[in-house]
């Protein structure tokens, strides 16, 4: 059996090749931290559960934080792991 991740291309696309992962990451890129309410107000065209969904896949690919601070209303906001900074090249270069 070959492997699926074979070759690191491959694997990019996996992780960043989603519609709108390329979007979010380039503006948690420009932020380093960023709120859900401001990453849902400059990508205005995802829907909320199309960003949440892909936001948790980010996340469990280990390429996002997802820091949430209990308090009244509610705060999430969003940064880029170590192996997610490692992308940044790659986003830089298709902006």
């Not at 090749?17 to 990508?43: A, D, H, Q, S």
Request: proline share 5%; glycine share 6%; aromatic share 8%.
């Amino acid at each position: 059996m070959v492997n699926k991740y074979d070759c690191p291309i491959r694997y990019a696309l996996d992780i960043i090749g989603g519609r709108w992962n390329i979007l979010i990451l380039w503006n948690i890129i420009r932020f380093e931290n960023i709120r859900y309410g401001e990453l849902k107000k400059r990508i205005p065209e995802v829907s909320h559960k199309v960003l949440s969904q892909q936001l948790k896949e980010l996340e469990n690919n280990g390429i996002i934080n997802r820091i949430e601070y209990s308090q009244i209303p509610p705060k999430v906001e969003y940064s880029l792991t170590e192996k997610g900074k490692t992308l940044i090249p790659l986003v830089e270069l298709i902006n």
